[in-house]
């Protein structure tokens, strides 16, 4: 069966502006490792140490962008990781950095937001949520920072006022004739700092991935406690696996929640006092490096150890229930998160990725039934596209422990991709299944997988 019958082409990314990331060599999207890459519904965005190229795939003229972020020369600051932020009529793109920095830019290029989370480098900014439905009695967005050793966990809802705030400033100064110029120190103070949970997970070493799985009970001893409890899953070097109770920490004491809030502040108005006595023509002293936030509880539950096996990549389902996990002896464990067991095992894939897709179940759905007939959600399953770069193929499992529904061959460089989470969408008509696409850099053709399996 040909190629066309499990996959249709979208559009093309190809243009001069990637050429600064290397496009035009064979191999150039898979074999840089400090290239990376991030989807939204019709756009990509892919950066390198320096700089960051944001483009449409869907149209010929849609905007192209580079954005040079400020790095900081003397730590030799760099750009580690990257994702998009969608929320409704608001998209920006976010950027990890090897000092532990968050960076929110607009589309326009414009610096919304820098935050320091922790001073280590950012390995993976994990996006995602789970709607209220009959299987989830609560929503629950996030935005998750991965470190070595390390996670943090943002509300999608801080965030989501942050951008706000923003957006509507943005737009008043747009009718303004003498808009106000932010200088660099105002970013991150103009709209507060985005509150956030900090977790040690190095018990068992420093992580290679990780993932906040969702929210899990209280330990029988806490039974009657208001505290939120979120599961952790930990991919590394000394541990394959390891799982954490992450707590929300809100037991510290009066005192110390009262220094958190004054002392910043107390020390930002003599700051402030001090420039205004002391004016003069030298430059204005360096702020102060941040003290880090300290770490809530983070209390170990279980970890696999089997030398010399290592844990590579986390990819998790949307619900948050399964994680699929490569390690570094080419095999794939699919875990159950939360009865904490290894369900299903695949050997013999080296250096492959995977992501959840969702697929129609039945061959006949859409074939059989009328033209105007929209399959709902009950009509899909949940699969796992497994892309096997050394056998150039790709392969479609229906989980849990369902047959391979399909194994098609793919172009060298090629790349799965997938579109970020989209924060609040309200519910459609038509249901939108989880899509899996395929970006093959040498000819910048990108592919979305089909969803059918006839």
């Keep these: 069966m040909s190629k066309r019958a499990h996959t249709t082409e979208l559009g093309s990314i190809a243009c001069e502006e990637l050429g600064e990331l290397g496009a035009g060599k064979e191999g150039w999207l898979v074999d840089n490792p400090s290239l990376l890459c991030a989807l939204d519904t019709h756009s990509l965005a892919l950066a390198n140490r320096s700089v960051i190229v944001v483009l449409g795939w869907a149209e010929p003229d849609s905007t192209r962008l580079k954005i040079r972020p400020e790095l900081s020369p003397i730590s030799a600051e760099f750009v580690t990781a990257i994702e998009w932020l969608v929320f409704d009529e608001i998209r920006v793109v976010v950027a990890g950095t090897s000092s532990g920095s968050l960076l929110f830019f607009s589309l326009a290029g414009d610096l919304i937001h820098k935050q320091m989370v922790y001073p280590a480098r950012i390995i993976r900014l994990r996006v995602r949520g789970t709607k209220r439905d009959l299987s989830h009695e609560t929503s629950s967005e996030e935005v998750c920072v991965v470190m070595p050793g390390i996670v943090a966990r943002f509300d999608g809802s801080d965030i989501q006022n942050m951008l706000h705030q923003w957006f509507q400033e943005t737009r008043s100064q747009f009718w303004d004739p003498n808009p106000r110029k932010r200088s660099s120190d105002d970013f991150g103070r103009s709209y507060g700092k985005l509150p956030y949970q900090l977790w040690s997970v190095s018990k068992y070493g420093t992580c290679a991935d990780a993932a906040i799985t969702g929210i899990m009970p209280p330990p029988l001893m806490e039974i009657q406690s208001n505290e939120h409890y979120y599961c952790g899953i930990t991919v590394g070097e000394d541990a394959v696996i390891s799982a954490f109770r992450l707590s929300e920490d809100k037991n510290r004491s009066l005192v110390g929640a009262i220094l958190s809030k004054v002392v910043p502040a107390t020390f930002s108005t003599i700051a402030s006092l001090s420039k205004m006595i002391w004016r003069s023509d030298q430059t204005s002293p360096r702020k102060s490096d941040e003290k880090p936030q300290p770490f809530a509880r983070a209390s170990p539950l279980t970890c696999l150890k089997d030398f010399p096996r290592k844990g590579e990549k986390l990819t998790l389902s949307p619900s948050g229930t399964l994680a699929a996990i490569t390690d570094s002896l080419g095999r794939i464990l699919l875990l159950d998160t939360q009865a904490l067991v290894i369900v299903r095992l695949w050997k013999g894939y080296r250096d492959a990725s995977c992501l959840f897709m969702e697929m129609l179940a039945k061959k006949d759905t859409a074939a059989s039934g009328s033209s105007y007939y929209e399959?709902?959600?009950?009509?899909?399953?949940?699969?796992?596209?497994?892309?096997?770069?050394?056998?150039?193929?790709?392969?479609?499992?229906?989980?849990?422990?369902?047959?391979?529904?399909?194994?098609?061959?793919?172009?060298?460089?090629?790349?799965?991709?997938?579109?970020?989470?989209?924060?609040?969408?309200?519910?459609?008509?038509?249901?939108?299944?989880?899509?899996?696409?395929?970006?093959?850099?040498?000819?910048?053709?990108?592919?979305?997988?089909?969803?059918?399996?006839?």
């Design 375 to 454: 399959p709902t959600k009950s009509d899909y399953c949940l699969c796992l596209a497994i892309h096997a770069p050394r056998k150039g193929i790709v392969e479609i499992w229906q989980m849990r422990t369902g047959p391979r529904l399909r194994s098609f061959q793919c172009a060298k460089g090629s790349k799965l991709l997938q579109p970020t989470y989209r924060f609040g969408s309200s519910i459609a008509s038509t249901y939108v299944p989880l899509e899996v696409f395929l970006l093959n850099g040498d000819s910048g053709q990108i592919s979305v997988l089909n969803r059918t399996l006839n």
